[in-house]
Every structure is written in structure tokens, then in C-alpha cells.
């Protein structure tokens, strides 16, 4: 296998060590956070615009403007990300209007995104805490035990069609739509408002371009950006050698460094997905705001004994299905068919 197929395994020093290194690149910088604002959300703007003025030159070319705004909301995704955070300026109140703002931009209510991805943070790698914030992983035992429709149901969410073109629709146009049970007051609430700014925007939006070429543009849009974060999701913890762990013998520093990818993108798609492919560094120190993280990697051996997964052998990833607990590893269906379901033919005999 090629080596940059997969993370190596960093040697894992004390937190004390790496908390150390990486308190300078937590400091927020005002400057780079207002120019990723205008270089980002004054391109969605601008775009949406030019896909106004194309409607009366050229449908396709409005497609393609909106091909290209779906690409961009990523970005705007990566400021929301760091905004939950807490990481993005300084002070919390910008955060938090900063947010509200990006959430409206990617149907993604505020205060109940980052109450579920602060569970992700805290239990990434958890064998025993999966199940929120996270892409659905069963582990072979589960499979193998599991009934005929629960192995349908997990094979149809792990179709790559569905992860990354039905299910990022569903999840950003319905099921972000409605609160958790499990939901504060708060949390909540936060569902309620987004869904009342969506509505007022694409009412706005609708009277401004009209109804049918606005649902056309958003779905678009949707379909790209969703598309493609939950990718970036998907590579960054479900890759072969992935970190995974139950009970007391989960670790958080190594379901950072060995259970996070080092994403290497070529320098246009860092830029769009705001080098969030540092993501090791980021599952480490998620006070690091995102145009700090490339430097941080830089700055210690320690970040840099992780090996890249580069864009072509990402591409394997989606045919890894299951966790082996036996070879912390996944892998995927023709694996478990040759060591599983055969040894279990053998034995029948």
C-alpha cells in the first residue's frame, strides 16, 4: 500500500507538552479573521449576484456560479466550524453573531451544531459513544449479529450516493430543522430562530430572483457544499488505520493524532475547505482557529509524524465499512466476506 495512503502513528507525548506548543497559534487574530470574512462571505455575495444577472443570459451558466457558490459555503462552513469553537475572534459575543450569520448561510442552527459537535470532540474514537455527531460505524461483531434489515439499512447509509448526495440534503434542508430530545432550552431555541432567518431569506431571495430559479440555485448549492463537507467529515476519521477504542483505554491525544487525518489537498482546495485537513491538529486543540493550523503542523515534528492522506488514496476510504476490533483497522466487505464469513463457513463444517 502506498504509504500515504494511510497515518503513520505519532509517538504520543504528555498533554503538558503539546498544550504547550500549540497555546501560541490559539491566539485569534483580528486582521486574518476580517479578511477571511470579506475574501469569503463577500464572494458568496458577490456570487449570488452574478447568478441574479445570469438568469437572463444563461441557465447553465447560472449552474455553474452556483456550482462554484456551493464550494465557497464550504469555507463558510469552516468560519461557523471556528465560531462554535470559540476560536475564531477573540471575543465570544462576535463569535456567537458570526455564527447565527454562517449558520443562516449553511442551514446550520448555531448553539445546537456546537452543543453536538462539542459530544463529537469529546468522545471522537469512543467506541462505546457513538452515535452523535458522527458518521454511522458498526464494528464487524455488530454486523455479523446484526438482523437482515439493520445490515440493509447500514449498507444503504454507507452508499456512497446516499452519504455524500442524499444524506447532506436531508441533513442540512430536514433533520437540522428540528431539535435533539436531549436538547437544552437554549440549543432549541437556536432551531427555531435559524429556521425563522431561513425562511425570511429565502423569501427575501425568492422575491428577488423568483421562486422556482431560487430553490434551483439553492439546491445546487446545497448539493455541492453538503456534498462535500460531509467528504471532508468522512476522511477525516474513516480512514484504515482510524484510532478507535473502548472504555478506559480511549485516549484523547491519541484519538487526536492517530485518530484524526492529516488531509493533504492541493493549495486551491486547502483554501476552499479553510485547511481544515489539518484536522489532527485541530481534534488536539480545537481553540487553534483555521487560519492558524498550517502553521502550528509546521511548527513541531511532533504534528509532522503524521503521513498524509492525499487526495487520490482517499479515494480508498470509501471502501472501508466496518471496525475490526481484532486488527484495529477497517475495513471493508470483501475483507469481512474472506476473514470472517468464510472462517465461520469452515467452522460450520
Known amino acids: 500500500m502506498n504509504v ?8 504520543l507525548v504528555e498533554p503538558a ?5 500549540v497555546r501560541e497559534y490559539q491566539e485569534p487574530s ?38 462554484l457558490t456551493g464550494a465557497m459555503l464550504v469555507r463558510v462552513f469552516i468560519i461557523f466550524h471556528d465560531c462554535g469553537h470559540g476560536s475564531f475572534f477573540k471575543s465570544s459575543r462576535a463569535n456567537d453573531v458570526l455564527g447565527f450569520i454562517t449558520g443562516m ?12 459537535h462539542a459530544v463529537h470532540h469529546a468522545s471522537s474514537g469512543h467506541l462505546d459513544k457513538r452515535g452523535k455527531g458522527d458518521i454511522w460505524t458498526m464494528t464487524v461483531q455488530e454486523y455479523l449479529e446484526a438482523g437482515r434489515w439493520k445490515r440493509f439499512s447500514y449498507r444503504l447509509s454507507r452508499n456512497p ?20 430530545p436531549d436538547a437544552d432550552r ?13 425562511v425570511a431569506m429565502a423569501v427575501g431571495l425568492s422575491l428577488a430572483v423568483g421562486i422556482l430559479p431560487y430553490v434551483l440555485i439553492q439546491l445546487t448549492i446545497l448539493l455541492v457544499a453538503g456534498g462535500a463537507g460531509v467528504w471532508m467529515f468522512y476522511v477525516q476519521h474513516q480512514f484504515e488505520d482510524v484510532y478507535w477504542e473502548r472504555g478506559e483505554n480511549w485516549d484523547y491525544t491519541a484519538a487526536a493524532l492517530q485518530g484524526s487525518s492529516f488531509y493533504k489537498l492541493p493549495r486551491v482546495l486547502q483554501w476552499f475547505t479553510g485547511n481544515i485537513g489539518y ?14 493550523l498550517e502553521r502550528c503542523h509546521k511548527a513541531h515534528e511532533l504534528f509532522q509524524q503524521v503521513k498524509p492522506i492525499t487526495l487520490v488514496s482517499s479515494l480508498k476510504t470509501m471502501t472501508y465499512r466496518l471496525w475490526d476490533e481484532k486488527r ?19 467452522g460450520a463444517r
Not at 105 to 116: I, Q
Not at 283 to 291: C, D, V
Not at 328 to 346: D, F, M, S, V
Open 186 to 198: 437554549r440549543e432549541c431555541f437556536s432551531v427555531y430562530w435559524m429556521n425563522a432567518a431561513i
Open 161 to 180: 450516493v446516499v452519504l455524500f448526495g442524499l444524506a447532506p440534503v436531508t441533513l442540512f434542508l430536514v433533520l437540522q430543522r428540528f431539535p435533539k
Open 30 to 67: 483580528l486582521w486574518r479573521a476580517l479578511w477571511q470574512i470579506v475574501n469569503t462571505i463577500g464572494s458568496v455575495i458577490v456570487l449570488w449576484y452574478f447568478m441574479y444577472r445570469s438568469l437572463t443570459i444563461s441557465y447553465w451558466l447560472t449552474f455553474g456560479l452556483a456550482v
Open 105 to 116: 448561510m449553511t442551514f446550520t442552527p448555531y448553539f445546537h451544531w456546537r452543543w453536538e
Open 4 to 11: 500515504e495512503s494511510k497515518p503513520s502513528t505519532p509517538q
Open 279 to 292: 484536522h489532527h491538529i485541530h481534534h488536539l486543540s480545537p481553540r487553534i482557529p483555521n487560519y492558524n
Open 17 to 21: 507538552v503539546w498544550k504547550e506548543i
Open 328 to 346: 484495529k483497522k477497517l475495513i471493508g466487505y470483501r475483507e469481512l466476506r474472506r476473514h470472517y464469513l468464510q472462517t465461520q463457513k469452515t
